[in-house]
C-alpha cells in the first residue's frame, strides 16, 4: 500500500483535509460497477463461445446426417443393382435411387466441398453421373437384345461396381472424417469449459482482492485509528492512499470529529483546572485569613488597650499570635509540599512496619474513636521502594480520613497484598459514612475538604495523591454511601523509580 | 436610659469569639459569643439578638444554615456574616438571602462596629 512517510504526514486537519482533496476520485462505487461488468464481460465472452461451438457441432449435425442419407440411398441403390445383375430385376428403381442420392449431393454440395475439396467433389459427381448413365445404358438395350445384352452385362458390370465403390468410399470418408471432427469439438469444448472456470476463478479472485483491499483494510485501519483516538492521539488521520473514494469523505468527517472531541476535552481540562485552581484560591484564603484575623484582633487588642494587661496577659496575648503564625506558616509548608519537586532520599522499605509504626502513632486517636483494626498484612510481602517520611504521612491521612468518617466508632480493615501485577496492593477500608459521589472525583483536589474548619486543610489527600505517584503506584477510591469507603494504594514492589 | 443592643458571636475560631466579645461588651452591648453552631441556634430558638455575626464555614449548621433560619423567623435580627472563605459562591448565597453584611477576614474592629451600629439600628 501507498504507505506516507512521518515527514510528509500532516498535522492540522486543514492539512490533511487539503491532502485527501488533491487526490484522484476512484470511487468504491466505480469499483464495484468495474467488478460487476468486468465479471458480466467475461461471462458474455463465454458464452459467445460456446454458442459459436454449439453452431459449429448443430452444422455438422446437419452435414453428418445428410452424408448418412446420401450413403443409406446409395446403399439401396447397391441393393436394387445386384439384383437387377443376379435377377434382372429392380434396374429402374436403381435409377430411381441413384437420382435420389443426387438431388441430395446437390443439396449438401457447399458442404461437401468445403469438406472433401473441389477435387474430390468433382469426382464424386462425375461417377454419379457415370454410374447413372450406364445404368440408363442397360435400361435402353434391355427389350431389344438378347445374347448381345448378356455381353453388355458382363462388360459394363465392373464399371457400374467401380463408380458406385468410388462414390461409397468417398461419402463413407466424409462420414468418418466428419464423426472425429465432431468427438474432437466436444473434447475440446470439455477442455474450454475448464479453461473458462480457471480464467473465472482467477478473475473473481482478483476482484475479491481488489475490493477487500478498498473495503475491509480501510474499515481496519479505521478500527486501528478509533483506537489511537480513544486513547488520546487526537492527531488527524493521514491519508494512505493516492487516490480518493467514499472512505476519505468518512475520514475527513472523523477528522473534524476528533478535532472537535479535542477542542471540546482541551476545554474541560482547563474548567476543572480553573474550578481546581478556584478551590486552591479559595482554600488557601482561608487557611491564611483564619490566622491572619485571629493575629489582627490580638494585635489591635493590645494597641488599643495596652495598659489594661498586665505583663501576664500581654505574654498571653503574644503567644497566641505566635500560634496563629505557626498555623499561617503551616498551611504554606503544606501546600509547598504538595508542589514539592525535589526528591526525599529513597531506600527500601517494609510495609507492614510502615503500616504498624503509622498505627501506633494513632493508637490514642484510635482508641478515642471507639474503632476496631483488623490487619490483615502478610508479613513475608516483598519490600518497596521508598521514602519512609512520605510513605508513613500517606497511610497517616489514609487511616485519619477513615477515623473520621466513623465519628460513632466502626471497624477499620488494613489489608496489604501482592497484587496479580505483583504489585504491593494496600487497601485500607472503613466502615464508615461513605462518600457522595458527586465528591468521589474531586477528593484528591487540593482543599477539597468536607470536614469542619480546623480539623482539615482538604491537602491530606491531594499530598498523599502526589506522594504515591512519585513512587511510581496508583491510588484509588471506592465508596458508596452508607457502605464505608475503600482507600487502595498500589506500590511497586522494590523497583528503583525512573527519575 | 439608652436600651443596650444585644448581640451574638459565632465563630468556631476561639479567638475571634473572645475578642469580639470583650471589645463589645467595652463598648456596652450585651454580647453571648459560641464557637458551637448547635448551641447558638438553640439559643437563637429561645432569644431575640438585635445582631447575628456568624462565620460562614463550620462543622454541623453553618453560617447560611443561621442566616436561613433567622429569615425564616418573624424577626428582624440582622446578621453579619465573617468568613476567610473567599469564593464568590458563598458571598452571592449570603447575599442572596438577605445577609446584611458579608465581612470578610481579617477585617478591623471599628469597621465591625460600624457595620453592627447600622444593622442594630436596622432591627429596631
Redesign the interface.
Known sequence: MNQYSPTTKPYSTEDADRAFKDRPLISIRRRIIFSYLSLFLFVCLMGAILFFFISVFEEKQIFLENTTNISFELQKARRYEKNFFLHGTNLSDALNQISTVYSLVLVSKQELVSFIGRDDFSIMLESLEKYDELLNQLLRSVPHTGGAYKDLMTRLEPQIRKYRIRIQSTVNAAIEKERSGIHNLISSTKIGIFVFLGFFLVLTTYLINMLTQHIIMPINRLIEDMRRIAEGDFSPIAPRKKYRDEFTILVMAMNRMTEEIHVRQEQLVQTRKMAAIGNLTAGIAHELNNPLNNISLITESLLDDSEDYGREECDKMLNSIFEQVERASSTVKNLLDFTRKDQPSFSSLSISEIISSTLSLLGNEIELNDIIVELKVDKNLPPTYGNHRDLQQVFLNLIMNAIHAMPDGGTLIIKAELDQNKSLKINIVDSGTGIPAENLHQIFEPFFTTKEVGKGTGLGLSVSYGIVKNHQGEIDVFSQIGNGTTFSVTLPTSIEPKH | MKKQYEIMVLD??E??CE??E??FK?KDFIVEAFTESQKALDRLKEKKFDVVIT?L????PDGIDVLVYLKSQDTDTQVII??????MESRLAAEYKNAFSYL??????DELERLVMKAAKKSR
Not at chain 2, 464555614?57 to 454541623?60: D, L
Not at chain 2, 470578610?104 to 474592629?109: R, Y
Open positions: 468556631d475560631e479567638i475571634v475578642n469580639l470583650k471589645y467595652k462565620d464555614k463550620m462543622a454541623g465573617i468568613t476567610g472563605y473567599a469564593d470578610l477576614k481579617p477585617f478591623k474592629m
